[in-house]
């Protein structure tokens, strides 16, 4: 019902930046939340950050509260994560989600019934 492809993948140094861009489509109107998980090289996946429909809440991992920022255009039908201080840890595959109603709890994987493929972010040091 729902596709998401994400965009941005790159390689970047210590304290650089990167956007990551998640396109949507098809039955967009029954996305609601959608957040941003990510994953490395034998590693389980992990929260980074949410954001709810209308946009005007946001929720971020500890680990990247204050450097990352998650953000919407719903009439573009696209979310973003603006990533600034990059550290080599958080080199990994960046997957967009959406979930199909409101949801609560917003780290939580079981919560999100769509899945991007996923995006290689890798930071040199």
């Known amino acids: 019902q729902v596709q998401l492809v994400e965009s941005g993948r790159g390689l970047v140094q210590a304290g650089g930046s990167l956007r990551l861009s998640c396109a949507a489509s098809g039955r967009t109107f029954s996305v609601y939340a959608m957040g941003w998980f990510h994953q490395a090289p034998g590693k389980e996946r992990e929260f980074v950050a949410a954001?709810?429909?209308?946009?005007?809440?946001?929720y971020y991992a500890g680990s990247v509260k204050g450097r990352f920022t998650i953000s919407r255009d719903n009439a573009k039908n696209t979310l973003y994560l603006q990533m600034n201080s990059l550290k080599p840890e958080d080199t990994a595959v960046y997957a967009c989600?959406?979930?199909?109603?409101?949801?609560?709890?917003?780290?939580?994987?079981?919560?999100?019934?769509?899945w991007g493929q996923g995006t290689q972010v890798t930071v040199s040091s």
């Open positions: 989600a959406a979930a199909r109603a409101g949801i609560g709890t917003y780290y939580r994987e079981d919560l999100y019934a769509y």
């Open positions: 954001i709810n429909w209308i946009g005007g809440s946001t």
